[in-house]
């Protein structure tokens, strides 16, 4: 209830919203349960014919071990359907050559009879399966043999036999059944369960052995439309196999044709191959394939009988609806539909999760919208408010008990208003406002003046202490607002960066990869992030041997010819050794390359420093160096100092803007502690594209820029973070040249010649005095100028950082392969 309130009050109608979207809901409901109970029944009548076949199916005449092992998976898989299995399969083995009628109810009724028992101990798992199978069926067969006064160690082994391939079946059929009903959420099959599917799809083409039409057996004519069916989609390796395996298992069940082991793996390794040509090659490879073996192995009648068979399972593949083949496609890796289909599902979860945090972006807008309007519309009210309180003690003190009241506020209530709003005024911008400073037209007004004056000046003081804790209260809202909007910026961002992900590069991938191929580079895999102008992003894993660095030589002048801008080797890593891969990632180059160099020391020689330093990418062509000094020196100086960079470069990385990143530090600073400890911060964030540099300057000391003989103080007025609640932060923009070099220090270093000296011409001098420009070295020089100054010692925490700007010069120049393998990029998503 609460929740509902709040939302109403800001804004939100939540009735209308709630009762359509509940009308929605159960229509899509509904819908959903008419479509699920469908497709439940096709899918029962699928099961049920399978079952049928299964109990018809047996091996080596006497051995019928797929009967409980598929009843034992739909137990588990499809409880609902276990009754309706068993009459199947119960059904099924009365057509069976080997009448079987018996042992296979048995052994039904014992498993259902044990799994209910360890159902009631609640023991009743899936991994059980194989055991209770094995237990039924060993049981049944052994007692069967005893009643037949057959209890010789050939039945016990053959029982045995029976039992372990029931056991191993059960396995197989508990991973081909969700894959056969297609149950499976995912399109993403390991290649155990499709081995797995053959053999159940197999097992179940062993309960037509011995069924024909005219001269056309049922078996071998299902077989191998199911080979051309899985040929078509998977190509020659799935033909194979599917062939070997449906070829063993028929000829298990029908000893007579364990030629057609060879004869369904040529034919589907043949038909295959010829995949590409479409469903008539195909189809011609398995005629082919079947025909060039039967020659060996039968005569005339044979070989003809076997033609008809191919023909007529090529008639039924070329029947066989193009949905139906797609459908199967999306289950067998390596094939288009599977790709697309994982492309399909990748799709999806990027744009659920890109809705979820838009939503999440548009809370956070609404959260920092809600605060803004509630602090303006409390300023409003809390200025009427403070006047109304002002006069309403004065008329309970003052007025309440004078004979003159009903003459001031009915008769003269506006003239009475005016005297007393005139006051307090006088009171507020005079703190030391005495009785001999009230106007005459007062004391003529009022014979109460000093009592009144009293009163207000007692009222004043509560009123400005409450105004201190209001300002407090406002400011803090006013930065919650702030960093709420803060964070859906950086949602937003978010956001745009998955949907530009979600692009489909398919198509630049295959290009770049023929190219690099047509050059004799093979790669294993290459992977394009973002082809965003500036922002290129590429991963390619290699096998090329260590030293020749085609990488840098090769692949980055290549891409930069074909993406029409300069690409560098932006990381490199090597995989596992003992596969001799290696992953490099390429990037935009940016049109600057910064070179930094560092020089540090703590007061007196000790180890820890008070200062802190961070030189860092942020990931969106801005380069980032900043300083910090914390209050005081050693360890609780470097807490608070290395505390202020670490947040602000997180939240500068996630995106998080400049001015409000440091608010955000500051408010984190002042709530780490209740004593007053502060950090002085020295950012620069340098735009890589352009040269433009941002300093922001708090508490610090000035900055400079080194231009040839030229030194350019950069400075600015900011008090430091953790001190007030609010701060307001100035920022200092700069454009920057090739060849400047930026000089940033702490205090330590900026007041080294004393408050005698002008400290800004002395640094400007020094610096202008050396003769290197190499980071690194300026930075040396500056701390050991420093250090002589003093004789030698160390007075204060030191550290300077010297950063060079300068053009990218990439290490080798672009080339022309061959033709025109310009790149098409794709349109940004906004």
């Not at 349960?33 to 076949?53: E, I, N, S, T, Y």
């Not at 489909?504 to 690099?516: A, D, K, M």
């Not at 508490?699 to 950069?714: A, C, D, M, N, Q």
Request: some cysteine; proline content about 2%; overall charge negative.
């Amino acid at each position: 209830m609460e929740k509902r309130n709040v939302l109403q009050r800001l804004g939100w109608d939540i009735g209308g919203a709630t009762d359509k979207w509940k009308h929605t809901f159960k229509s899509r409901l509904l819908q959903h349960r008419a479509v699920q109970a469908a497709v439940g029944k096709r899918w029962a009548l699928v099961l049920m014919a399978v079952a049928f076949l299964l109990g018809r199916a047996n091996i080596l005449g006497e051995l019928a071990p797929f009967a409980i092992a598929f009843f034992a998976a739909v137990s588990y898989l499809r409880p609902g359907m276990m009754k309706a299995s068993a009459v199947a399969l119960v059904a099924g083995s009365l057509l069976s050559p080997h009448l079987q009628v018996g042992s296979i109810a048995a052994q039904i009724v014992v498993f259902a009879l044990l799994q209910r028992g360890l159902a009631r101990y609640e023991k009743s798992e899936v991994s059980h399966a194989p055991a209770l199978v094995f237990l039924s069926t060993f049981t049944v067969g052994l007692f069967a043999d005893i009643v037949a006064t057959n209890l010789t160690w050939y039945a016990v082994m053959m029982t045995s036999v029976e039992a372990a391939l029931s056991s191993v079946l059960t396995l197989i059929f508990l991973q081909a059944l969700p894959v056969l009903t297609l149950t499976r959420k995912n399109y993403q099959l390991r290649h155990e369960e499709i081995i797995c599917l053959i053999i159940l799809l197999a097992s179940v083409l062993t309960g037509t052995v011995h069924w024909e039409i005219g001269a056309i057996s049922l078996e071998h004519t299902l077989s191998r439309y199911l080979i051309l069916l899985l040929a078509f989609v998977g190509g020659a390796p799935i033909g194979a196999s599917v062939g070997v395996v449906t070829g063993l298992i028929l000829s298990l069940a029908n000893l007579s044709a364990i030629h057609q082991i060879s004869l369904l793996a040529f034919a589907g390794m043949l038909a295959g191959l010829l995949k590409d040509g479409g469903k008539m090659a195909v189809g011609f490879g398995m005629l082919l394939g079947t025909s060039i073996l039967s020659l060996y192995v039968g005569d005339a009648s044979h070989v003809l009988q076997s033609t008809y068979e191919s023909v007529a399972a090529v008639a039924l593949f070329l029947l066989t609806p193009k949905g139906m083949i797609r459908t199967i496609a999306k289950y067998v890796p390596g094939t288009q539909e599977h790709a697309k289909s994982q492309q399909d599902y990748v799709r999806r979860v990027r744009d659920i999760t890109a809705n979820r945090v838009n939503q999440f972006s548009e809370v956070f807008k609404q959260l920092s919208k809600s605060f803004g309007q509630l602090t303006e519309k409390n300023h409003v009210l809390q200025h009427e408010a403070e006047v109304g309180h002002f006069v309403n003690a004065v008329t309970n003190e003052a007025c309440s008990t004078c004979f003159k009241r009903n003459t001031c506020w009915e008769g003269d209530f506006y003239k009475t208003y005016k005297f007393m709003t005139d006051m307090m005024t006088e009171v507020e911008t005079k703190p030391d406002f005495g009785k001999d400073d009230i106007r005459t037209e007062w004391r003529a007004a009022c014979h109460k003046t000093d009592r009144v004056l009293g009163i207000l000046q007692k009222q004043y003081e509560k009123y400005r202490y409450d105004r201190h804790w209001m300002n407090q209260i406002h400011e803090s809202r006013k930065l919650v607002s702030e960093q709420l909007f803060g964070v859906s910026q950086v949602m937003d961002d978010l956001v745009k960066e998955i949907r530009r992900e979600g692009q489909g590069l398919f198509l630049q991938e295959e290009q770049i990869s023929q190219v690099l191929e047509e050059m004799g580079l093979s790669v294993h895999r290459l992977d394009i992030i973002s082809l965003e102008e500036g922002n290129v992003e590429i991963e390619i894993v290699h096998g090329f041997k260590r030293g020749f660095d085609e990488c840098r030589k090769m692949i980055a002048p290549l891409l930069s010819d074909v993406l029409g801008e300069t690409i560098a080797v932006k990381q490199e890593r090597w995989d596992d050794p003992g596969e001799g891969l290696s992953t490099v990632r390429f990037s935009s180059a940016k049109e600057y390359e910064i070179e930094t160099g560092i020089a540090c020391a703590a007061k007196g020689g000790e180890w820890l420093s008070g200062d802190s330093f961070s030189t860092v990418e942020l990931g969106n062509g801005k380069f980032a160096v900043a300083v910090s000094d914390g209050m005081g020196n050693g360890e609780r100086a470097r807490v608070e100092s290395s505390a202020a960079l670490s947040i602000l470069q997180q939240l500068l990385q996630s995106g998080m803007d400049e001015q409000l990143a440091i608010k955000s530090v500051n408010s984190v600073l002042m709530l780490r502690s209740s004593e007053e400890m502060y950090a002085t911060v020295d950012l620069a964030i340098i735009d890589l594209y352009s040269g433009k540099t941002t300093f922001m300057k708090i508490g610090s000391t000035p900055s400079f820029i080194k231009r040839g003989e030229e030194v350019l103080p950069i400075t600015a007025n900011n008090l430091p973070i953790g001190i007030l609640k609010d701060i307001e932060v100035d920022l200092v923009v700069h454009q920057l040249l090739p060849g400047d070099l930026l000089v940033m220090m702490t205090d330590g270093v900026y007041d080294a010649p004393g408050h005698a000296v002008n400290k800004e011409l002395w640094m400007k001098r020094i610096l202008s005095e050396m003769d290197t420009d190499a980071p690194q070295e300026v930075a040396d020089k500056l701390l050991e100028t420093v250090i002589r100054h003093h004789d030698g010692q160390v007075v204060d925490d030191m550290t300077v950082i010297a950063a060079r700007i300068d053009k990218f010069a990439p290490e080798w120049a672009t080339f022309r392969w061959r033709g025109d393998a310009t790149i098409e990029r794709p349109r940004t998503v906004s």
